[in-house]
């Protein structure tokens, strides 16, 4: 099919099958539909934008059909996300799945945990957390203790994780393990899956400075895990580790573009006022909101490079760092100037025309892009190691 | 967005390649030290023609290469690499683009094969006072018949004490400031009236202060519609200044390298400075910042070959971004060089000196970032 057809049908498609609900401008966060065995859904439309685009593998458009995919090409997919942007269209899930686990599977899984967890996650039916943080391992993740012993046909699973996003809402965890504890710290570590409802998992949630939107602290007691969750080999779960942590950083990073945000210039325009030559009224916010623009601009455009330089084959690799240093402090500047632009507005914490906050609580998620996954710190330093080749780094 | 294919890589590479071989840094310097009588070699010039690069922008019944500018952006970016000096800006991105677009049938078929053959230079007479601001063109062109008569002042005409023909923007009506009633002009440099006053920059590059004094210019020297010209001096910047900001990248990440190399290389303390986290992270910024331009000066290029007359955003936005880069890039070198940095004799302080040089040519930081807000009704 050409593209221009398959612009055309997708636009058909998208027109008869997106419900007027999911047209509406998200919200962020109170908007996502996360999925899993407990989701309930906000409203019937997404429901069945859900399934609709579930049944075409629209969710995980790229992945393979065999596994629950759309099976579009690079460029077909782009097509897709220009045509829903077009009318405004939500996206039908987020998930870790989606984000982070599935890209590993494709890479590392064998094919009986394709088979079993690809469609799931493309589907929806369950939702994932990620298991990486300890108390003790934070940047220097390859120190992590959790453990797991070798008894037979499971591992025995016993320790801590921290800042587990989700943890209580999840279904299933990816997680990191020391099945090694001899051996130097990034060789000892395996990739597990398992079950939240397996006896001896629990978790305590951790209020966030933004109020909603909890992470977990997360314990295994005597937690059995079944051989057949190992994914890859047993003590080279770090490099399937750090795989997936490519993943999630050029997700995070790319969270710094424009596409589907709040539109910084239209907040501006709105709050301040143009002059008569059309500027902006406020020249200080104007120079940030430029700024923050421009960037935004360079973010995508670097996105999109890496796109193309990976399928023409021009090694992309530790760039990830990069989407994700500069994507994050990007979207941490935008909130600030939003914050500005909203003034006295942006205060609002519990009242109705604030929707409780949500200003607010977004300007004080944004702190945490620049943590997660990695802090910028880290990431410049990967940067001036695996690319500048600094001595000492 | 593109990953460069293999013509392209290979363009690059052979331009990397002609540039050190061709034109180091020590040829400016010899270009400086002599104050040479052009500012540039006359024999790269002619080398640069048989690379293709003199008719980069130029179609091939007019004998050029047609590369696009894409093409012209990875050898720009070489030439801010080696500081490398020539009229390749002015003549082969700026007045190749007017004349390729806008020039009557004779004006094409007498300059273009010329330029592409090297055998003319052709400077674009814009700035009038100390900031780039077309629109505030007052030159004066006076209809007289079938003519024209030309009276005002241009200053920061690069190439211009070197160039045979002049492209003049000149106001055939209305009050400066205004879009309209802007024209552009082909005309002989030695045309009686025309003073022209030789200025070495502070990065040893050349451009001119012209007067126009009573300079006649015919009917046919006009260079697209009259009173109408506004877009096409628009598009022939625009090339322009997605050039400048391809060179700007190769200026800054020129100066970026001989910086890492020099965090490899010197040692304080007993180690090595590059070991210091408080410069490998300042390190690493400004290599981030360098890949976010890339990817700005890619796009403005893409977006120039498919249709010039929408690239302005991305074009601002990519020459914006350049100017940033540039000014930290340099900067940056010059501390983590330490007192070297601030010698002669290593060649940091010329990558410095050429950055606030480009940074202000064809529109700063500030010009820019007000072009990319108002395409965007902010
Ligand atoms: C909102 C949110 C969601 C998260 N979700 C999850 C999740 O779902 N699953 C999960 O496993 N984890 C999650 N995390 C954890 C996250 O990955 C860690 O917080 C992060 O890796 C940093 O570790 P830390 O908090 O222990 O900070 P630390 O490592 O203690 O860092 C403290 C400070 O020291 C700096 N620092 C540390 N090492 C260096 C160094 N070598 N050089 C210079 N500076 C250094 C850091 O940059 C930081 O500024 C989440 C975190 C947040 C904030």
Redesign the interface.
Known sequence: MSLDTFRQETREWLAQNCPPGMRKPSRGEPDICWGGRNWKFESEDQKIWLERMAARGWTVPMWPKEYGGGGLSREEEKILREEMRAIGARSPLESFGIWMLGPALLQFGNEAQKKEHLPKIARGEIRWCQGYSEPGAGSDLASLQTKAEDKGDYFLVNGQKIWTSYADKADWIFCLVRTDPAAPKHSGISFVLFDMTTPGVSTKPILLISGKSPFCETFFDDVKVPKENLVGNLNEGWTIAKYLLTHERASIGAGGSLAGLRSL?AA??KAVG?DQN???ADAFI??D???A???G???L??V??Y???A??G?GVGS?SA?LK??GTELNKRRYETFMTIAGSDGLEWESERSEDGTLAREWLRTKANSIEGGTS?V???I??KQ??????? | MIALDEDRIMLRDSAREFLTDKSPVSELRRLRDTRDQDGFSRDLWRGMKDMGWTGILIDEANGGSDFGHVGMALVCEEMGRTLAASPFLSTAVMAATALRRSGSEEQKKKWLPAISEAKAIIALAVDEGRKHNPEATALKAEMSGNAFRLNGDKSFVVDGHVADQIIVAARTEGDPGKKEGISLFLIDSKSPGISIERVIGVDSRNNARIKFENVHAAGTDALGEVGKGYQLLENTLNAGRAGIAAEMLGVAGESFDRTVAYLKERKQFGKFIGEFQALQHRAAHIFGELELLRSLVLSACVALDKNPDTAGLSVSAAKFKAAEVVKLAVSEAVQMFGGMGMTDEIDIGLFMKRARATQEFLGDAGFHADRFALAQKF
């Open positions: 210039p501006a325009i143009r059309g500027r902006l104007r120079n909101v430029i700024r623009e421009i960037d601009y360079a973010l455009a670097t999109e490079r796109k193309a330089e399928k023409a021009q760039k990069i240093y500069a710190e990431m410049l330093g940067v001036a690319i500048l080749k600094l001595p000492g780094a």
